[in-house]
């Protein structure tokens, strides 16, 4: 049954109520744990089991199934890969859409001179002129929002 009342709570927040739910770890503000490791191996595995359903659409394709029970398909698997990531994301108290802010300045950064795409001879996006990689400005972020952790 769908719950019309967490259709108009922001995403994150229903993140944040699904982790307090299934009693999943989420922080405040950015934590890297002691058990960082196992935890990072887990979220791999979980991730791969996702991946591995693009065998099955692809399989929907070749069997000649629907468009529309292929987009469905593709659809359910991004959505689970997102709202595994954007909960793996508190649990590391990131600011996740903060962090996707930089990441799209970035790639839009990638444009040459005139604000156009730079592409190789195989059709390959290239980094233009006035690019700038995220990650010293995502580290800036994390240290604002106060980044804890034995790994800091």
């Given at each position: 049954?769908?719950?019309?009342?967490?259709?108009?709570?922001?995403?994150?927040?229903?993140?944040?109520?699904?982790?307090?739910?299934?009693?999943?770890?989420?922080?405040?503000?950015?934590?890297?744990?002691?058990?960082?490791?196992?935890?990072?191996?887990?979220?791999?595995?979980?991730?791969?089991?996702?991946?591995?359903?693009?065998?099955?659409?692809?399989?929907?394709?070749?069997?000649?199934?629907?468009?529309?029970?292929?987009?469905?398909?593709?659809?359910?698997?991004?959505?689970?890969?997102?709202?595994?990531?954007?909960?793996?994301?508190?649990?590391?108290?990131?600011?996740?859409e903060e962090v996707l802010?930089?990441?799209?300045?970035?790639?839009?950064?990638?444009?040459?001179?005139?604000?156009?795409?730079?592409?190789?001879?195989?059709?390959?996006?290239?980094?233009?002129?006035?690019?700038?990689?995220?990650?010293?400005?995502?580290?800036?972020?994390?240290?604002?929002?106060?980044?804890?952790?034995?790994?800091?």
């Amino acid at each position: 049954m769908i719950n019309i009342a967490n259709m108009t709570k922001p995403f994150a927040q229903r993140i944040a109520a699904m982790n307090a739910m299934y009693k999943l770890p989420a922080s405040d503000r950015p934590a890297v744990p002691a058990d960082v490791r196992d935890r990072l191996v887990k979220f791999k595995a979980t991730l791969l089991d996702e991946v591995h359903e693009i065998d099955a659409i692809v399989e929907l394709s070749k069997n000649g199934d629907s468009a529309a029970d292929i987009a469905v398909a593709i659809a359910d698997l991004l959505g689970d890969i997102i709202v595994y990531c954007r909960s793996e994301a508190l649990k590391y108290g990131l600011p996740l859409e903060e962090v996707l802010d930089v990441i799209m300045d970035s790639n839009e950064s990638k444009l040459d001179a005139n604000g156009n795409p730079i592409y190789d001879a195989n059709g390959k996006f290239l980094k233009g002129p006035n690019y700038w990689k995220p990650e010293p400005k995502i580290k800036a972020l994390l240290v604002q929002r106060g980044i804890q952790g034995g790994r800091a």
